[in-house]
């Protein structure tokens, strides 16, 4: 329960937590923070109302392996984010280096993501999927949660493909996004 400020009416709603804790960091005191921390490269597709849309993301996490959850956020700024926050299912693409294209073209505002019909197909369900990619996850939606200009999706991976994997302990051919720049790991940054 909330305690109620002494000078507040007990029908006044209570403080806002954050402001209660006195306030919160600046948007760019937040971004640097987050600059030095590099992400998995994931790019999401979904069918929207007007044909197939995508997005690059850095925030796919593993939630839970039984049942097999994942989480990732969509800002608001993004022409896809109306369609995959709407979407019942969505496919997630895990990307390694060789699909650096993939995610630049799903990165890039303004063109036709899905011009190149070469690069992509429909599954059986219906949703667009990069072919050829590392893997991929086609997921249920099973919660949004709207947290400041962006849509926090929780999802159930429903069916899995790998076309390229990597042995345990090995450090394959990983793509992560670090200060705002592509990279590639490999065994010249494994510290192990």
Do not use: K, V
């Given at each position: 329960m909330t305690a109620v400020p002494p000078t507040a009416r007990p029908s006044d709603p209570a403080p806002h937590p954050v402001h209660a804790l006195g306030g919160s960091v600046t948007p760019d005191d937040f971004k640097a923070v987050f600059r030095?921390?590099?992400?998995g490269v994931a790019v999401?597709?979904?069918?929207?109302p007007d044909g197939p849309v995508a997005l690059t993301a850095t925030s796919v996490s593993s939630v839970s392996v039984d049942p097999p959850l994942l989480v990732f956020s969509v800002t608001a700024a993004s022409s896809a984010a109306p369609a995959i926050s709407a979407a019942s299912t969505i496919v997630v693409h895990l990307l390694d280096a060789d699909d650096i294209v993939v995610a630049r073209t799903?990165?890039?505002?303004?063109?036709?993501?899905?011009?190149?019909?070469?690069?992509?197909t429909r599954l059986a369900t219906g949703e667009p999927v990069f072919t050829g990619v590392r893997a991929w996850l086609r997921c249920a939606v099973v919660n949004r949660m709207e947290a400041g200009g962006s849509t926090v999706i929780a999802a159930h991976a429903l069916q899995s493909h790998v076309n390229r994997d990597i042995e345990a302990g090995t450090v394959g051919n990983a793509l992560v996004y670090h200060n705002r720049v592509?990279?590639?790991?490999?065994?010249?940054?494994?510290?192990?």
């Open positions: 030095g921390h590099p992400g999401i597709t979904a069918e929207g799903a990165a890039t505002s303004g063109i036709d993501r899905f011009a190149d019909r070469t690069s992509w592509w990279h590639r790991l490999g065994e010249h940054s494994a510290l192990d």
